[in-house]
Structures are given as structure tokens and as C-alpha cells.
């Protein structure tokens, strides 16, 4: 496992880290009492990167949402490029090359890696208050 941590430019330590800090951020904004697991994080990045949040959602919908969380994940990878947005606004992903075979526990760790990339990313963007 080790040389799989290699390539993802952080340490096993600091990836758990990050990834608990991630997950304390999302249980403090929406006032939880317990740690979101990653099917909770890709659910609310796909909520995210849908921009339209309604009070409930159907279980395929669901599945859609967090779909589109991992395609816009693993476009950091170059593995998805955005293709746009259909009639209803919902984003859609072009697969750009094949992904490589991983096991389960390196799929996760790939997950959780661009899931910490993308709440940086979002901490570092200036807010509408800032810009004014």
C-alpha cells in the first residue's frame, strides 16, 4: 500500500488528517452529531456542484447526485471533462480516458484525496462578501 500513497502526493498520516478535517467541516456546517461518511461527502459535493438543493431526492436521483460528485472528482484526474448542463441544469461528464483497474481500498483513498483537493479549493475561492 504504501507505494499507492506515493502517488498521491500526501503521506498515509496526513491524508487521514485531511480527510477528518474535511469531514469535522461538514459535520459543524450542517450542525450533525456524527462524522459524515464519504457516500455523505460525495452526495453533498454532488448537491454542490448541482447548485440547486431541494428537500428531498429520489433514491436514483441520489445515485445521480453522487455521480456526479465523482466525475467532478476525478476530473482533477483527467479522467472526466465537463460536457454541460442539460434542461433541467443538471451537470454532465464526458469519460476522457479509461480509468486503471484499483482495488477498493485504493479506489477510496482516490476518492478521498480529490474530496480533500476539492474542499481546499473551495476554502482558497474568495466569498461574495470578500468581492465586494
Known sequence: MKNFYN????????LDFEW????HLIKERFRRDTL??????LFLIGIQELG???KAYTKEEKQDLMHIAVCRLMS???YYAFAGRDADGWPHWTPVRAMPKRDLREQELVL???VIRYFKELETE???AEEE
Open 112 to 114: 478521498k484525496t480529490n
Open 76 to 78: 482533477n484526474e483527467g
Open 20 to 23: 477528518l478535517r474535511v469531514r
Open 126 to 128: 474568495p466569498s461574495a
Open 7 to 14: 502517488t498521491i502526493d500526501m503521506d498515509e498520516w496526513e
Open 52 to 54: 440547486l438543493w431541494q
Open 36 to 41: 459524515p461518511d464519504l457516500n455523505a461527502v
